[in-house]
């Protein structure tokens, strides 16, 4: 293979390599119930305050809701622990819940805006917000373009649901002096993943890209605002110094690369009937992600240039046969499974290392076994 991918490299202090394993010491379905409670309570603050502008308001309200409902939660987690990683025992366990929930404000933002780039039908099985609206707007007969009805809908809604997640986070019941570097880092994450987001769609615009610019783009569109960034915030709430916060880092954003990888891998092997996504979606889609980059770069001319010129088009299930096996025997997808591990590794053996409570580190442990091993 001509290429080779350079991930984040382990802090040179690290030696040993800990084996990522499973572990069942925290049942995370609590957790989530409690994420979507405080989610719900506050959309119900939400559509009282926005009742005064009548139907159209309420059904903003009702597709916020959708948007928010279900997902792993890993932000929320990752953000619950980070924080518990410094503070064992939370002061006001209910503001640190509001606070971890401002995490998936911030994604359900991200997703909304994210499948009308990407021009997604669907989202976890059901149509996404772009196409709900437009649906919406055909069935009424209204005037106007259906679709472009329900692009301006979707970008509102993804703007409304970013600005909501900083008020959340702000409100969240931690005092100022307290929140404000949970805050500060935020914003920060806020700022890294938009910029990753435009730098995806000028790479796919271009139509190339090689391993270490797909790299960039997953580290900033993903790996550090869904993992690295939560688990800064939660941290910083508990009053974490900057020592502290790089130890943590050096957990977070390997395992972030490591948890985007899977992703793309899902994007183009996974089972739709798991994802909610139809079979080789990011192929249909165009995206240029480490996957592919690899792949066009391990592939023999004639397959190379078959995937190239098929990224971004309409695909029959056997042209997703036909791009998966150039993919696979190009190496890249194993490639990619081997780095999944050894970045997985090296964030647990940071973690092993970091300054951190015994009982958050091995839920930490857990978390990464579940973010880099899923099959959604």
Wanted: hydrophobic content about 45%; aromatic content about 6%.
């Amino acid at each position: 293979m001509r290429n080779s991918l350079r991930t984040t490299a382990p802090h040179p202090g690290i030696v040993p390599v800990v084996r990522l394993a499973r572990v069942t010491t925290w049942d995370p379905a609590p957790f989530r119930d409690q994420v979507q409670q405080v989610l719900d309570a506050f959309l119900d603050e939400r559509e009282a305050e926005l009742a005064p502008l009548g139907p159209d308001a309420g059904r903003l309200i009702a597709e916020a809701r959708t948007s928010v409902r279900g997902g792993k939660r890993f932000r929320a987690a990752f953000c619950h622990w980070g924080h518990r990683a410094i503070r064992p025992e939370p002061a006001d366990p209910a503001a640190l819940a509001r606070a971890c929930a401002s995490l998936e404000l911030l994604h359900a933002s991200a997703l909304v805006h994210d499948d009308y780039m990407d021009a997604s039908d669907t989202r976890r099985g059901r149509p996404a917000t772009h196409r709900a609206f437009g649906a919406e707007h055909r069935s009424a007969g209204w005037r106007g373009d259906p679709d472009q009805y329900g692009a301006a809908a979707a970008i509102l809604l993804g703007d409304l649901l970013l600005g909501w997640a900083g008020d959340l986070l702000r409100h969240s019941g931690f005092a100022a002096d307290e929140v404000a570097p949970g805050l500060d880092l935020f914003e920060r994450c806020r700022t890294e993943v938009i910029a990753g987001q435009f730098l995806d769609v000028s790479v796919q615009a271009r139509g190339h890209a090689d391993v270490d610019t797909a790299m960039t783009v997953l580290r900033y569109k993903s790996a550090k605002y869904s993992i690295e960034r939560p688990i800064h915030v939660g941290a910083a709430l508990a009053g974490a110094d900057s020592v502290r916060i790089e130890q943590l880092s050096r957990f977070g954003l390997p395992l972030g690369e490591a948890f985007q990888l899977r992703d793309d891998l899902l994007g183009v092997f996974g089972d739709p009937a798991e994802t909610g996504k139809p079979a080789g979606d990011d192929l249909v889609e165009g995206k240029r992600t480490v996957l592919v980059a690899l792949a066009l770069d391990g592939a023999p001319r004639a397959d190379a240039e078959r995937l190239d010129d098929a990224l971004g088009t309409p695909l029959t299930e056997a042209d997703v046969d036909e791009l998966r096996a150039i993919i696979d025997a190009s190496g890249a997808r194993a490639q990619v499974e081997e780095v999944i591990g050894s970045l997985a590794d090296h964030a647990v053996s940071a973690l092993a290392a970091a300054d951190v409570d015994d009982e958050a580190r091995v839920v930490l442990t857990e978390l990464a076994a579940a973010a880099t091993q899923r099959t959604v």
